[in-house]
T-cell receptor, first 112, second 110 residues
Framework: GEDVEQSLFLSVREGDSSVINCTYTDSSSTYLYWYKQEPGAGLQLLTYIFSNMDMKQDQRLTVLLNKKDKHLSLRIADTQTGDSAIYFCAESIGNSGYALNFGKGTSLLVTP | NAGVTQTPKFRVLKTGQSMTLLCAQDMNHEYMYWYRQDPGMGLRLIHYSVGEGTTAKGEVPDGYNVSRLKKQNFLLGLESAAPSQTSVYFC?????????FGQGTRLTVV
């Protein structure tokens, strides 16, 4: 599919907020997702947002969706060293069950 | 509560050999998927299934075949492995919006 774009790296200090940005491609995508992958592990769903919403908050996570610009962001408040991982943005692919088109991932490094 | 289990976890193949990767889920999910993950490429969809007995092609299906004879299992086959198929393979399943991923199979083709 077409590319879902993410910045490749982000480094933050422990306790700061992290913001990971994503630009997706398909304006008809029904759901947009954020997944987390730790080294050597599978993907863990962090949160997802329905396309008719513009914000979703879940504890330390805030997702913002700008459908006009096809821009999705994930904000992690009070970032901890355990948040260091790769974060993937993904969009649902129409007419394929709930298959996903992933970005290349943003590697988040949290330093003490 | 196993979730999604992939077998094997690691495998080294010689060029031209064949193998089957097994994915099993115990959540009674209708939808199952196979992705591959390559460095700097994110995950790309190989094949997917929307129910027992059905399969469909994803973004990168060439060189792979799949079968979904039982609802809980989704098999990914490589008939004649090539070095370009060296990758980490992830299986996932979902009922609706939330997909659960296995731990991955690291395949090296030499």
């Amino acid at each position: 599919g077409e590319d879902v774009e993410q910045s490749l790296f982000l480094s933050v200090r422990e306790g700061d907020s992290s913001v990971i940005n994503c630009t997706y491609t398909d304006s008809s995508s029904t759901y947009l997702y954020w997944y987390k992958q730790e080294p050597g592990a599978g993907l863990q769903l962090l949160t997802y947002i329905f396309s008719n919403m513009d914000m979703k908050q879940d504890q330390r996570l805030t997702v913002l969706l700008n459908k006009k610009d096809k821009h999705l962001s994930l904000r992690i408040a009070d970032t901890q060293t355990g948040d260091s991982a790769i974060y993937f943005c993904a969009e649902s692919i129409g007419n394929s069950g709930y298959a996903l088109n992933f970005g290349k991932g943003t590697s988040l490094l949290v330093t003490p | 509560n196993a979730g999604v289990t992939q077998t094997p976890k690691f495998r080294v193949l010689k060029t031209g050999q064949s193998m089957t990767l097994l994915c099993a889920q115990d959540m009674n999910h209708e939808y199952m998927y196979w992705y591959r993950q390559d460095p700097g490429m994110g995950l790309r969809l190989i094949h997917y299934s929307v129910g027992e007995g059905t399969t469909a092609k994803g973004e990168v299906p060439d060189g792979y075949n799949v079968s979904r004879l039982k609802k809980q299992n989704f098999l990914l086959g490589l008939e004649s492995a090539a070095p370009s198929q060296t990758s980490v393979y992830f299986c996932a399943s979902s009922r609706y919006t939330e997909a659960f991923f296995g731990q991955g199979t690291r395949l090296t083709v030499v």
